[in-house]
């Protein structure tokens, strides 16, 4: 058994970015030989109780123990009965809820729970209740369903609120037995007790979530007024929207039902009932300015209070407002003008933002000056959101691009990480492109900075744009000196770089085509084999005479593409040679956020950083490939109506390497469709084959109707092709399915001393293998930049939680990435790496399922000497039924 570190005294140097824990040090082996108190005669109830905190600590931790280990706690724990001591009572019930014992030992403990849980003492009764609901099974439950029906009800609101949680977390294991309780959850709704309110109006709601009528019946009668508790009005308000959402408008007055209801809820004399109304106001599908009025009007309110988190609560809204209807915020910008002062960066951050897209044209040199003394004070990541903000606003108004360039260029020349400094050249490169009088006075700017820049991809982007812009100013030749100082002073990478830059400045302005000249025949002498060999290159093109070949190349070297190149190098890498010539036109013209880290010298924390930089960029080469796909399936009519592509799976293979016929498949999901295309080689040099398509048959699934195919019309030997098959499903569903398939083709010969195909032929086929439609390919792999905030802000009640044993594996990493892998979601914060000799890990996953539902998974695994992986996998969603899609595929 591997230890933890060892133990840490208070006075001992710790790493500043680490907090002291009484816990460090503790090892299993040593906790479990403490755990043998449980057996004294006479226990002594605090020592007894401190061990249970060390087991519940290694527990939480991701310590798993094996069969025996479990089985001996177990019994020992329940000895601690005897005691009449309170505090360890509780600390007994949080045990046995955490060990999870199996169900031939619960019989042990369910008499000792069942005497508690009709006991005088209220605390022992409602701490019963939840141990039994989340260690029995559903025999068991249907012997204590009476208790549990009078629990719900009982005049203690500890003990019926303790009655109505296990109720929400039975439903999902035994939703038959929870069901019959409606009558007492409906008396529960009722209660004058805040909490006992809040948990039977949610129970109640799952109970009728799938039935719409009776929703809409549940709103109907609560919004009259009968709803005390805060926390239940907020559950009433989610509701309110959900029924609003599927009822819609009224046809023929335009007004949404229950709206009244929301707008009453805005005079709530709860501070977290006004803000859900407001926020729910304001996220409405198509909210009128009459609608959205009174809410903005309340947000505006908060802006001014004196408890941040109605602060940061209102600006976050009126931020999200701001983004499709700024006319609307445009009031509450005097107020969001005194945030920028905010003790609190998150609130000042999102205040600026917010100013940025609603501000108008004659306040944008006063909001700079104000910005400008908040930037020192924010992290990197506030201060990218900040730029990207100067960034529109200052496409939104062209003519001040004087004043938010130069705070640009100020801002550029600061301290910072690579990320903030990209944002700045991404900005700048994007405002010399869309506003032509901003160009020379963005080029100086970026000539100053690359004078210091350390970072080398910058420098290529900025000598790439200098190449192409600096030769179309009123003056090329001052640009020279800073692009040849690149070729004395920089790395090979940026020395290359530079060269080509120089190159098309000779090409373009014949009168500095002497001078390059001579600077190229300096670079012949470097001692990087690149710049040698482009130095060559461009010498041999501009000092010959020209000559049909040399315009030619001339014009394929020092063209303006007009597109990025990282863009265009995805397009080339994903375009394979078929009867579509390569479409430069579809190059993506966006330039995509370029996730790298770049450092000084490889140091330890370098290395993460670049693992996490090579992770990010394949992120970025997936989004290109997606767009790439998008475009390919609008641009042929009888998939164009489907919709908004979700999701493009990465390649199948059907068929075994080296086979006579080369197919694989890729699944395109849409709302209520699923097209598959499949890549196709011929490999056989003496066939050519024609009208080729794809016949399939649904093996397993019912949801799947073929509507369209599309066959390749011809495919030549060693010349992929493509073939469509669309189906349609159910529209938003979650549709599962396998299928056989076959290549049907046209077979001519071929004269392998012509090439000419025989105008006779005839038919073949090739089988191949299965295909399945999956789970995982309804999930989009979706970052988030704090897991933490998005872990919390998704409802705890939408969280399922199961445990799952992986067998054998080589190590935790192995059991991470095959887990990983079935899921096909994001990784985050590097938690895919496991340290070595680690006995115990957790990874986070993040993704958003079909429809755009946010999905997060903590996956938590820990290995024993026997190398046997146990696994529990934690989902939350905003939607509970994809939390239990989230299981579905690890028990498939």
């Known amino acids: 058994m591997a230890s933890l570190p060892p133990a840490l005294k208070k006075d001992d140097d710790i790493d500043d970015d680490s907090e002291y824990s009484p816990f460090y040090g503790i090892e299993k082996s040593a906790v479990l030989q403490e755990a043998r108190c449980f057996n004294d005669r006479e226990l002594d109830a605090r020592r007894c109780a401190q061990v249970i905190t060390k087991l ?7 310590e798993t123990f094996t069969k025996n280990e479990a089985t001996d706690v177990f019994f020992a724990t ?105 009558n007492e959850v409906q008396e ?54 959900q029924v609003i959402s599927e009822l819609g408008p009224n046809s023929q007055t335009g007004d949404r039902p229950f709206f009244d209801f929301l707008e009453s809820c805005l005079r709530h004399k709860a501070d977290m009932v006004i803000f859900e109304a407001a926020r729910a106001i304001t996220e409405m599908s198509g909210v009128t300015s009459r609608e959205l009025t009174p809410a903005i009007t309340v947000l505006q309110l908060f802006l001014s209070s004196s408890k941040p988190v109605l602060r940061f609560a209102a600006v976050r809204t009126l931020n999200k407002v701001a983004q499709t209807q700024p006319l609307a915020v445009a009031n509450c910008n005097i107020d969001m003008e005194s945030l920028i002062s905010d003790q609190n960066r998150s609130i000042a951050t999102l205040a600026i933002t917010t100013l940025l897209k609603t501000g108008n044209e004659s306040g944008v040199d006063r909001l700079m000056k104000q910005i400008t003394n908040f930037m020192s004070d924010i992290a990197d990541e506030y201060k990218i959101v900040v730029v990207e903000a100067i960034r529109s606003l200052c496409l939104k108004f062209p003519q001040k691009y004087r004043s938010l360039m130069n705070f640009l260029s100020n801002i550029l020349r600061e301290e910072g990480g690579f990320e903030y400094k990209k944002a700045i050249v991404d900005s700048i490169l994007i405002l010399i492109r869309e506003i032509p009088d901003a160009k020379e006075s963005g080029l100086s700017h970026l000539c100053e900075f690359i004078e210091d820049c350390e970072f080398t991809y910058l420098s290529t982007q900025i000598l790439h744009l200098l190449g192409n812009e600096g030769p179309k100013t009123s003056d ?61 290159l461009y010498l041999s093109l501009l000092s010959d005479e020209p000559d049909a070949a040399q315009d030619d190349a001339k014009a394929f070297l020092f063209q303006d593409l007009d597109v990025p190149l990282e863009n265009l190098e995805k397009s080339l890498e994903l375009y394979e040679p078929s009867e579509r010539p390569f479409d430069l036109a579809a190059v993506p013209k966006d330039t995509k956020p370029r996730h790298q880290t770049e450092k000084k010298a490889p140091t330890s924390k370098e290395k993460k950083a670049a693992k996490d930089a090579s992770k990010k960029s394949a992120e970025g080469g997936a989004s290109n490939t997606f767009e790439a796909y998008e475009k390919l399936l609008n641009s042929i009519p009888m998939f164009a109506g489907f919709g908004k592509l979700f999701k ?166 192995d059991a991470v990435q095959a887990v990983t892998t079935i899921l096909g979601m994001q990784v985050c914060e590097a938690t895919d790496v496991v340290p070595s000799n680690a006995r115990s890990h957790t990874c986070l996953l993040a993704g958003r399922f079909l429809g755009d539902t946010q999905v997060l998974v903590r996956l938590s695994v820990g290995i024993d000497s026997q190398k046997q992986v146990a696994m529990k996998l934690a989902v939350r969603s905003e939607d509970p039924s994809v939390s239990d899609i989230i299981h579905e595929i690890i028990n498939s």
């Open 188 to 241: 529960a709704v009722q209660s004058k007790a805040p909490l006992v309110q809040f948990h039977g109006l949610a129970l109640l709601h799952q109970i009728r979530q799938n039935d719409r009528l009776a929703l809409s019946k549940l709103v109907s009668g609560l919004s009259r007024g009968t709803v005390r508790s805060p926390l239940a009005q907020c559950l009433l308000i989610r509701y309110t929207c």
């Open 648 to 813: 493009s799976s990465a390649p199948v293979a059907l068929t075994e390497e080296e086979t006579e016929y080369a197919v694989n498949v890729v699944k395109h999901v849409y709302p209520g469709h699923v097209v598959l295309q499949f890549n196709c080689t011929n490999t056989i040099a003496e066939h050519l084959l024609e009208n080729v398509n794809v016949a399939m048959d649904l093996i397993e699934g019912e949801d799947f109707n073929q509507v369209a195919t599309n066959p390749l019309a011809s495919m030549p030997c060693g010349v992929t092709g493509q073939a469509f098959v669309a189906f349609e499903k159910p529209e938003g569903a979650c549709s599962l399915g396998k299928f056989s398939s076959t290549l049907r083709f046209y077979v001519k010969e071929v004269d392998p001393s012509t090439g000419d195909a025989d105008e006779d032929g005839y038919e073949d086929e090739y089988q191949l293998e299965d295909l399945e439609i999956t789970a995982a390919d309804y999930i989009l792999k979706a970052g988030v930049s704090n897991f933490r905030n998005a872990w919390e802000s998704l409802d705890s009640e939408s969280e399922r939680v199961d445990e799952y044993s992986l067998g054998t594996r080589e190590s935790l990493q």
């Open 476 to 536: 090329p030749s001052k640009y020279i000196r800073y692009v040849y100082n690149r070729v004395i002073l920089e790395n090979a990478t940026v020395r290359a770089s530079a060269v080509s830059a120089l190159a098309k400045f000779g090409a373009v302005v014949e009168g500095l085509r002497p001078r390059i000249l001579i600077l190229l025949r300096r670079c012949l002498y470097d001692n990087d084999d690149e710049v040698r060999d482009r130095a060559t």
């Open 78 to 182: 329940t000895k601690l009965f005897q005691s009449k001591d309170i505090g360890l009572r509780r600390m007994v019930y949080l045990m046995i809820k955490e060990i999870s014992p199996s169900s031939d030992e619960v019989i042990i403990v369910t008499s000792s729970l069942m005497k508690d849980m009709n006991s005088k003492t209220d605390l022992y009764r409602a701490n019963a209740i939840r141990v039994l609901c989340r260690i029995t099974d559903g025999g068991l439950l249907g012997q204590i369903e009476r208790y549990l029906k009078q629990a719900v009800v009982d005049k203690n609101p500890v003990v019926s609120s303790a009655a109505l949680v296990s109720g929400i977390h039975l439903l999902q294991s035994n939703p038959e037995i929870v069901k019959r309780w409606s």
């Open 56 to 62: 519940l600590y290694l527990i939480n931790q991701g």
